[in-house]
């Protein structure tokens, strides 16, 4: 069982938008603004989407948002396209003795 | 552009010892910019950070896997190394070695991950 609860799936037509959301507690999501998204491919590594709770790296389009309200992250992916078909991961800190904890992964389809 | 490389037998027997290395590439280890991370990955199922070594050989552990876990650095060879004690069919998976960056607080870099299988 993942520390933060995330929907197993969610899905959407092109164009449209989604979010995904990422529940934690005030000891991981609601303590800390380092939450960040990871997208990943079957097969592949993950990717950073998202830092920080809302920013973008370099070369991430910015139809991908974050955003955090109490100890409830998002991310929402606008424009949807066939592309952006993957799983997605959250991951947030945790304090000094845990560090680093993850959701259980949501599954994107693109209808 | 860095990159990262995991190495080590895919294959390990219950009981006894797993050991990976990540070789990195295109930077150097010894930067202090970075924190250096190992997180796995079971079959069809979500992540998990297992430990971090920063340059000066300072570790952090997941606590649910401290007691078995050894991660260690090599700034000569611009290697860090994971070691996971007592196997069982439980450590299976996709093991990744990636790069904690101090200044985004993410794993801003992976490498392509490797599978480990515990069985005899």
């Known amino acids: 069982q993942s520390a933060l609860t995330q929907p197993r799936s969610v899905s959407g037509s092109p164009g449209q938008s989604v979010t995904i959301s990422c529940t934690g507690t005030s000891s991981d999501v609601g303590g800390y603004n380092y939450v960040s998204w990871y997208q990943q491919h079957p097969g592949k590594a993950p990717k950073l989407m998202i830092y920080?709770?809302?920013k973008r790296p370099s070369g991430v389009p910015d139809r991908f948002s974050g955003s955090k309200s109490g100890n409830t992250a998002s991310l929402t992916i606008s424009g949807l396209q066939a592309e952006d078909e993957a799983d997605y991961y959250c991951?947030?800190?945790?304090?000094?003795?845990?560090?680093?904890?993850f959701g259980g992964g949501t599954k994107l389809t693109v209808l | 552009q860095v990159q990262l490389q995991e190495s080590g037998p895919g294959l390990v027997k219950p009981s006894q010892t797993l050991s990976l290395t990540c070789t990195v590439s295109g930077g150097s280890i010894s930067s202090g910019s970075y924190y250096w991370s190992w997180i796995r990955q079971p079959a069809g199922k979500g992540l998990e950070w297992i430990g971090r070594i920063y340059t000066s050989g300072s570790t952090n552990y997941n606590p649910s896997l401290k007691s078995r876990v050894t991660i260690s650095v090599d700034t000569s060879k611009n290697q860090f190394s994971l070691k996971l004690s007592s196997v069982t069919a439980a450590d299976t998976a996709v093991y990744y070695c990636a790069r904690d960056n101090r200044a985004t607080d993410a794993f801003d870099i992976w490498g392509q991950g490797t599978m480990v299988t515990v069985s005899s």
């Open positions: 991951c947030s800190y945790a304090g000094s003795y845990t560090f680093w904890v």
């Open positions: 920080d709770v809302s």
